[in-house]
């Protein structure tokens, strides 16, 4: 399993670096590569053409996704290419097979935005291509952030935004083209998400100080949270705690001590349920799925403790029928009131 799923990511890999690695300068054509600086400040269209970049991006790994700190961590590779016919023959020589400094031909400048510790894993290098076709590919590898809405966890689907800037050109010089090449590999490191689909799109980006419109590609991948683990690991343990709650419910309400133990033991473990809940997520200022269901769950087991109390007081107090009929009304009660509560949680 585990080589089958490095064999893919090398493939992978191999194939949008192909060409890169197949153009190489050729040492036969001697091969001065220079380029006269008054094409590196100038656009290869005329002033009121915008010229057609055609951008993709392809997701090689997705490593993690961190709910707390609102990151997660990827391998991406970004792809850019443009027509530029100035580069087919520069003071009589061809430049095909060239692989120019991305600083030393016109080219926009890539930046991510919402990186966090992010390295880029080739050289800036543009390759130019024998039909004057500049082609940029560019591997980052690292750790981005992205805000999650966590309503709906654990059962969530999030889309993680990789949002890079295209410095030195206006929104009104270029115009995009989607690289058929953009798309995700089979299978990725992360094991507690499922990646459903990526796109990229090309759209402005305006800070917040300025009232001017910067280009911006962001690649987003919908991603799925693997439900499987909170159903065994949180849920299912938190029902069967609380249908131990309700045991006192079929115990003679005069055996005060067990009536007392069960119900304490159940309130204690939901808390401690709750505190390592709130270690995997943020602070955050609404409820989430989990949350209803572990404070509902909680307060029902709470009750189940009164419950208990009441009981036992009215049987101390000679009271044993009263006691029972409570007992009983309480077996149908509660049970569905924990049906409510599940409705409420995991469903609305």
């Given at each position: 399993m585990i080589a089958g799923r490095l064999a893919l990511l090398v493939a992978s890999a191999a194939l949008l670096l192909l060409p890169l690695l197949s153009a190489r300068p050729?040492?036969?054509?001697?091969?001065?590569?220079d380029v006269p600086p008054?094409?590196?400040?100038?656009?290869?269209?005329?002033?009121?053409?915008?010229?057609?970049?055609?951008?993709?991006a392809y997701l090689v790994d997705l490593f993690a996704i961190n709910d707390a700190e609102q990151t997660f961590s990827a391998d991406l590779f970004f792809m850019m290419r443009w027509r530029d016919e100035r580069l087919l023959s520069v003071e009589g020589r061809s430049l095909a097979g060239c692989r120019i400094p991305l600083?030393?031909?016109?080219?926009?400048?890539?930046?991510?935005?919402?990186?966090?510790?992010?390295?880029?894993?080739?050289?800036?290098?543009?390759?130019?291509?024998p039909d004057g076709v500049a082609q940029y590919q560019q591997r980052f590898?690292?750790?981005?952030?992205?805000?999650?809405?966590?309503?709906?966890f654990p059962m969530d689907t999030q889309t993680l935004a990789m949002q890079i800037v295209l410095g030195r050109v206006g929104t009104e010089e270029i115009s995009f083209v989607r690289d058929e090449r953009t798309g995700s590999a089979g299978e990725f490191s992360i094991a507690d998400w499922t990646v459903v689909g990526g796109s990229v799109a090309y759209e402005p980006f305006r800070l917040a100080t300025s009232d001017q419109d910067i280009p911006q590609v962001t690649y987003r991948v919908e991603v799925r949270r693997?439900?499987?683990?909170?159903?065994?690991?949180?849920?299912?343990?938190?029902i069967l705690i609380v249908c131990m709650s309700w045991a006192v419910f079929w115990i003679d309400p005069k055996l005060v001590p067990p009536q007392v133990g069960i119900s304490t033991s159940a309130v204690l473990t939901l808390i401690a349920f709750l505190f390592s809940l709130a270690y995997t997520l943020p602070r955050l200022s609404y409820l989430t799925r989990a949350d209803r269901f572990v404070m509902g769950a909680t307060v029902l087991v709470f009750f189940a403790f009164g419950e208990a109390l009441l009981s036992t007081g009215l049987a101390g107090r000679g009271r044993e029928e009263t006691a029972l009929r409570i007992d009983r009304g309480s077996r149908i009660v509660f049970p569905a009131a924990f049906a409510a509560i599940l409705l409420y949680a995991l469903v609305l």
């Open positions: 050729l040492a036969a054509q001697g091969g001065n590569c008054e094409l590196t400040l100038s656009r290869p269209d005329p002033e009121g053409t915008p010229t057609e970049i055609t951008i993709g600083e030393s031909v016109w080219a926009p400048r890539v930046w991510v935005i919402n990186e966090r510790q992010l390295r880029r894993s080739l050289e800036d290098l543009v390759v130019i291509g590898q690292g750790v981005l952030t992205n805000r999650l809405d966590l309503r709906d693997n439900r499987a683990y909170y159903a065994q690991k949180v849920f299912l343990p938190l």
